[in-house]
């Protein structure tokens, strides 16, 4: 099956630093991903729909200068927490479709677990 | 915006028993809907899902409702197992747009 993987899946950095996701397909070419943000006993919020090839689009709320996307190629894209605070920490997970129709499952990576001391 | 929810945040059964997960939507334009599983820990991990000219749908031991009429789906597990626990997602894509839009989660508590 479809297999999204993202790296690191834990990251401990200082307030201040900027701290790059990786997240790969990586049995298929996701022209789109998407990156979703889940807070401890919370649902996933989307943050940001990643473009091959062009600009992200940011949900409403995420600054985009902050939470910087690069999606290079057809299977990674990045993301980016710049200038980390205590508050972005939280549960950073990708997702891509393996279909090309937009009615077909997304499928996750495993996440990546963002702490900023 | 609209938004999908969940009646029960936390559902507790005995092991063997079917379970029962409900989830409500708003957005009479959704027309696709998916269940996830998340362990801690763990991303997402798909279940099944259900197109809107559908009201139902079997897998393994799973099954989908959809009620249009209500905007209602659930998610019901037969001969729930101590590996089921873990808290489940419902989510809806509408056509309008190629992201999906999560509930709120319930969290299943199987009881040895």
């Known amino acids: 099956g479809a297999v999204v993987s993202q790296h690191p899946s834990w990251v401990i950095c200082k307030s201040g630093t900027s701290v790059k996701i990786e997240c790969r397909s990586l049995d298929f070419q996701a022209t789109t991903m998407f990156w979703y943000r889940q807070f401890p006993k919370q649902s996933l919020m989307l943050m940001a729909t990643s473009n091959e090839g062009s600009k992200a689009t940011y949900e409403q709320g995420v600054e985009k200068d902050k939470f910087l996307i690069n999606h290079a190629s057809l299977t990674l894209s990045t993301l980016t927490v710049t200038s980390a605070h205590p508050e972005d920490s939280s549960f950073y997970i990708c997702?891509?479709?393996?279909?090309?129709?937009?009615?077909?499952?997304?499928?996750f990576g495993n996440g990546t677990r963002l702490t900023v001391t | 915006g609209e938004s999908v929810g969940l009646h029960l945040p936390t559902l507790s059964v005995q092991e063997g028993d079917n379970s029962i997960i409900n989830c409500a939507y708003s957005?009479?334009?959704?027309?696709?809907f998916i269940w996830y599983k998340q362990e801690s820990g763990k991303g997402p991990q798909f279940i099944i899902d259900i197109r809107s000219n559908m009201d139902k749908r079997q897998g393994q031991r799973v099954t989908v409702l959809l009620n249009k009429t209500v905007k209602h789906l659930s998610l019901q597990i037969a001969a729930t197992q101590p590996g089921d626990s873990a808290v489940y997602f419902c989510?809806?894509?509408?056509?309008?747009?190629?992201?999906?839009?999560f509930g709120g989660g319930t969290r299943l508590m199987v009881k040895p």
């Open positions: 997702s891509a479709r393996a279909g090309g129709s937009m009615n077909s499952p997304l499928h």
């Open positions: 989510a809806e894509n509408n056509n309008a747009g190629n992201m999906l839009t």
């Open positions: 957005n009479s334009a959704s027309d696709y």
